[in-house]
């Protein structure tokens, strides 16, 4: 990018967006992420009790699933939940780093305005600490790393990035929450992608460049393939650009004490023998006056609701009868055809996070690494230093052997915090391209869908209901928009059932 002599900026701890504002556009950063335009906290309803002896399948033993099932067993349900894998968490993972610590290789961080997952997590007895961000942040731009400010950074090109920012932000506030195919324009904004409207609004190659940064490290994926209605619905759920990327303060603002999985596992303690690990669901039959039937490798059951509380491209592995609506099926392969970064989220361990006594708060941004974004991963206490990483395999494929991954990242980190990263002491990964039961890990949409078939993303179909984060109105994509669907089914179910519900055969365990 040639754009002349270059005005470098500091950045604050609370990030380089808020540094860019003050530098071109400080008037029009209220506007962007402001409380304002967060959406209202929403109390959950009063709890609707369920008809005595009524039984409810639920698929999956994500966040979104776990939720759905306390809610109704709390309404009287009775529940089982079906988790295809030997684990239950969905797609939060700790992997055990040694030394009493874990560390997440799947969903992390919570922050203001995610009050449902922060809820959960406080009655399950799982506490909170704020993530660590002192020091100076480093920068990969265009292949030329530097340390506490964005290289090349102009007065225009801060300027350009905050008008960018606003608008789509003011943009984003037009449309009706949870329903953004219902906005006067969203035959427009579903037809372009991001890209394509960074272009047609003419913003600056550095601009484009942010971007491709904030999309890779939100959404894993790129502004050429994501409609621009789904990526405004997504700044509508989370209030703003700046809830979304921001560090402290932001949607990245603390963690929990070991590990986000282990919300999931004490939910799943709690329900007990209802919780049926090793036991995906093959086939679900809604059929016209019969039992509603939930077919496993060695049984069936039959219930009065199922919900399925999935990935949506993952719901593609169960066989419906009769088939979903064409609405529906449209979505679920939409999600699972669209060109996503498959990513492996790793840890590299050492004795000490030494990056800090150097300044650096241990995060890394890039627009073209592979490795496009690294951050402090270390215990509260310190006692060891961890930086976790996201690795764009398909983006340079000497990382994609496993074998010598490991020395290639190492090598990396090296080129943004010196030598003592080439002595680490442990080396952890999760490879979610690979896992056999997950169609990656965030699920961003491309242009036509929302529009074609949106109001299908959360709408029952017959007795089967559905939660997942995607569903959410709020923090689409995040485990608090989990949580929020979780609830959500669970109100859905519990009124559906006030009309007369479907009498079936004694739940056979399988």
């Not at 700790?94 to 610590?101: A, C, K, Q, V, Y």
């Not at 990056?355 to 509260?380: C, E, T």
Request: glycine share 10%; hydrophobic share 40%.
């Amino acid at each position: 990018m040639s754009r002349g002599p270059a005005r470098r900026h500091t950045l604050s701890r609370r990030g380089w967006l808020r540094g860019l504002a003050a530098t071109g556009a400080g008037s029009a950063l209220p506007l962007v992420g402001c409380e304002a335009s967060r959406p209202a906290a929403v109390a959950p309803d009063p709890i609707l009790p369920v008809p005595p002896g009524t039984r409810v399948a639920i698929v999956g033993a994500g966040l979104a699933g776990l939720t759905t099932a306390r809610e109704l067993a709390r309404r009287g349900a009775e529940v089982t939940v079906f988790e295809a894998r030997d684990r239950v968490g969905g797609r939060t993972l700790n992997l055990d780093i040694g030394h009493g610590h874990v560390v997440e290789c799947g969903g992390e961080w919570i922050g203001p305005g995610q009050e449902r997952i922060a809820a959960l997590a406080r009655e399950v007895r799982v506490a909170t600490y704020p993530s660590f961000y002192d020091g100076d942040t480093t920068y990969d731009i265009e292949g030329h790393v530097s340390r506490g400010f964005l290289p090349d950074l102009t007065a225009r090109d801060a300027a350009d990035f905050v008008a960018a920012a606003w608008k789509l932000d003011r943009a984003s506030r037009r449309l009706p929450l949870g329903d953004p195919w219902r906005a006067p324009d969203a035959d427009r904004l579903d037809r372009i992608t991001l890209a394509e409207w960074l272009t047609a609004e003419h913003h600056s190659s550095f601009t484009h460049a942010v971007f491709k940064l904030i999309t890779r490290a939100t959404i894993s994926g790129h502004p050429e393939h994501v409609s621009l209605l789904w990526w405004l619905d997504l700044l509508r759920s989370a209030g703003g650009l700046l809830p979304m990327i921001l560090n402290d303060g932001g949607a990245q603002d603390l963690r929990f004490e070991g590990g986000s999985q282990l919300v999931s596992i004490r939910c799943a303690d709690a329900l007990g023998e209802r919780v049926h690990r090793s036991s995906p669901v093959l086939r679900i039959t809604d059929l016209p006056g019969e039992p509603l039937r939930v077919h496993l490798r060695d049984g069936l059951v039959e219930v009065d609701r199922v919900v399925v509380a999935m990935m949506p491209a993952d719901a593609l592995r169960i066989r419906f009868e009769p088939a979903l609506p064409d609405d529906k099926q449209a979505l679920l392969a939409g999600w699972a055809r669209l060109p996503r970064v498959p990513f492996v989220k790793l840890a590299v361990v050492y004795a000490t996070p030494f990056w800090r006594k150097r300044g650096l708060n241990g995060a890394m941004q890039s627009d073209q690494s592979p490795i496009q974004l690294v951050f402090d991963n270390s215990p509260a206490d310190a006692s060891l230093g961890v930086v976790s990483c996201f690795l764009a395999i398909n983006e340079a494929p000497v990382f994609a052997d496993a074998a010598t991954r490991q020395a290639r990242v190492v090598d990396e980190l090296a080129r943004y915090f010196g030598d003592e990263a080439r002595a680490p002491i442990g080396y952890v990964e999760k490879d979610w391209a690979t896992d056999p039961w997950s169609t990656g890990c965030v699920t961003p949409l491309a242009p036509g869908l929302l529009t074609r078939a949106g109001p299908a993303i959360r709408r029952p179909t017959g007795r089967i209901h559905w939660a997942g984060s995607e569903t959410s109105d709020v923090w689409i994509g995040y485990m608090d928009g989990a949580v929020r669907s979780g609830e959500r089914a669970a109100r859905e179910v519990a009124e559906s059932l006030r009309s007369p519900r479907v009498a079936g055969e004694p739940l056979v365990q399988p």
